[in-house]
């Protein structure tokens, strides 16, 4: 089966430009989450969406950033424009909601991530 | 104070020693508990659940205590494949997982 796809793998661009990273979850679940991974700040969530709707966008740093999710096996995570802090490795996770009906009791699935520099 | 606390090591132990990581959560409230996996420059994976009486998957056992909120992490007969990152993880009855930001565990030869 394939796990979460995470592409591109590895973006480095220039100061002011605009970086899209993409995001297809595991099929199946209905709960997407994008995280940001520092060596400071650890894992932290910044958005998550439940069957395509975003539910919690609070982590999410500043305007520059935006995410959507057009269909159930697609999203993305938009810095427009990006800065030098943006470096980071994000991560796209997916889950389902069992029987508990949240989902915070099951196994997050992690794509590979994608490692963006910011020059 | 940050939700989830661990220490950062480097845990730099021998090949058969025995480790134990602990964290530390804020939230009382807090209902389940995991511990995951990060291997370097790679995404991270569960390696288990936390229950309040304890559990234990082969080498690894994982505790609970509620009164004190922490979470502990023992890992016996260490082996090289052991060496990774290891994230204590928390969540509120949400669909949020709060996650530290990380234990290192160096096993040398």
């Known amino acids: 089966d394939a796990g979460v796809i995470q592409s591109p793998r590895h973006e480095v661009t220039e100061m002011g430009q605009e970086v899209t990273l993409r995001c297809k979850p595991i099929?199946?679940?209905?709960?997407l989450f994008w995280y940001r991974q520092t060596m400071m700040r650890g894992l932290e969530l910044l958005i998550y969406?439940?069957?395509?709707?975003?539910?919690?966008d609070s982590g999410m740093p500043e305007d520059r950033f935006s995410a959507k999710m057009p269909n159930a096996s697609f999203s993305t995570l938009k810095i427009q424009p990006s800065e030098p802090r943006d470096s980071a490795v994000y991560f796209c996770?997916?889950?389902?909601?069992?029987?508990?009906?949240?989902?915070?009791?099951?196994?997050?699935?992690f794509g590979p991530g994608t490692r963006l520099t910011v020059l | 104070r940050k939700e989830v606390e661990q220490d950062p090591g480097p845990f730099n132990v021998p090949e058969g020693a025995t480790v134990a990581f602990n964290c530390t959560y804020s939230?009382?409230?807090?209902?389940?508990f995991f511990w995951y996996r990060q291997d370097c420059r790679k995404e991270p994976k569960l390696l288990m659940s936390?229950?309040?009486s304890g559990n234990e998957d082969g080498r690894f056992t994982a505790q609970l205590n509620r009164a004190s909120q922490y979470i502990s992490l023992l890992i016996r007969d260490s082996k090289l494949s052991d060496s990774a990152t290891y994230l204590c993880?928390?969540?509120?009855?949400?669909?949020?997982?709060?996650f530290g930001t990380g234990t290192r565990l160096q096993v040398f030869p």
């Open positions: 099929s199946g679940h209905d709960y």
């Open positions: 939230n009382s409230a807090s209902q389940s």
């Open positions: 969406f439940n069957n395509n709707v975003p539910i919690d």
């Open positions: 996770a997916s889950s389902s909601p069992g029987t508990s009906g949240t989902t915070g009791y099951n196994e997050q699935f």
């Open positions: 936390v229950y309040s």
């Open positions: 993880v928390v969540n509120y009855n949400t669909d949020k997982l709060i």
